[in-house]
């Protein structure tokens, strides 16, 4: 079945920088756009931008223009993201997402199982 | 940047009951809304696109409305396993953006 599979928790310092990563199975893999949303207790889900694996493009939201990169590695199916110098305020799930489009309507499916990363010193 | 309000952000139900939640646009995003299922611990899961297209594999009792910037999903009839929250996304443009998620409870 078509899933995607993220890495585990982790806990990072203040100003430190996290990576996580993102596996697709039971799909083709290259031609479907990747999104990262977090959920955070104060601003529930936020997107943070996606990447598109078979050009490595990518789109960022403008909160996190400068913080965050989104990268590739097409020969594992794989997609990373990494957030740097982290605050308390980046606690959160981080979840990948597949971008679909339906009738021209987007939307997210699947997702998955989410990495929380817990910014603490 | 598009805001999205729910309402309401949370209520409370029995099983069989009929429930409506709504979801506003700061503009208008024409069809471009989707509707999620969330549970603790597990993915969202897509239960709605186009405001008004039933996923695949997603049961019937399950359905969405609205266009412009009013919105609502309405369960049928609330079964055990529907106690979760529910979030709106819009997806007009960039960046994508959720309402603030309706949890719902059993009475």
């Known amino acids: 079945q078509v899933q995607l599979v993220q890495s585990g928790a982790e806990v990072k310092k203040p100003g430190a920088s996290v990576k996580v990563s993102c596996r697709g199975s039971?799909?083709?893999?290259?031609?479907?756009?990747i999104h990262w949303v977090r959920q955070t207790p104060g601003q529930g889900f936020e997107w943070m931008g996606w990447?598109?694996?078979?050009?490595?493009?990518?789109n960022y939201a403008q909160k996190f223009q400068g913080r965050v990169t989104m990268t590739r590695d097409t020969s594992i199916s794989t997609v990373y993201m990494e957030l740097s110098s982290l605050t308390s305020d980046d606690t959160a799930i981080y979840y990948c997402?597949?971008?679909?489009?339906?009738?021209?309507?987007?939307?997210?499916?699947?997702w998955g199982q989410g990495t929380p990363v817990t910014v603490s010193s | 940047d598009i805001q999205m309000t729910q309402s309401p952000s949370s209520l409370s139900a029995s099983v069989g009951d009929r429930v409506t939640i709504t979801c506003r646009a700061s503009q208008s995003i024409s069809s471009s809304l989707n509707w999620y299922q969330h549970k603790p611990g597990k993915a969202p899961e897509v239960l709605i696109y186009?405001?008004?297209s039933l996923q695949s594999g997603v049961p019937p009792r399950f359905s969405g409305s609205g266009s412009g910037t009013d919105f609502s999903l309405t369960i049928s009839s609330l079964q055990p396993e529907d106690f979760a929250t529910y979030y709106c996304q819009q997806s007009a443009s960039i960046p994508r953006t959720f309402g603030q998620g309706t949890k719902v409870e059993i009475k």
């Open positions: 186009g405001a008004s």
């Open positions: 990447i598109v694996p078979n050009s490595g493009g990518t």
């Open positions: 997402a597949r971008g679909l489009l339906v009738s021209g309507k987007g939307f997210f499916d699947p």
């Open positions: 039971g799909y083709n893999f290259t031609p479907y756009y």
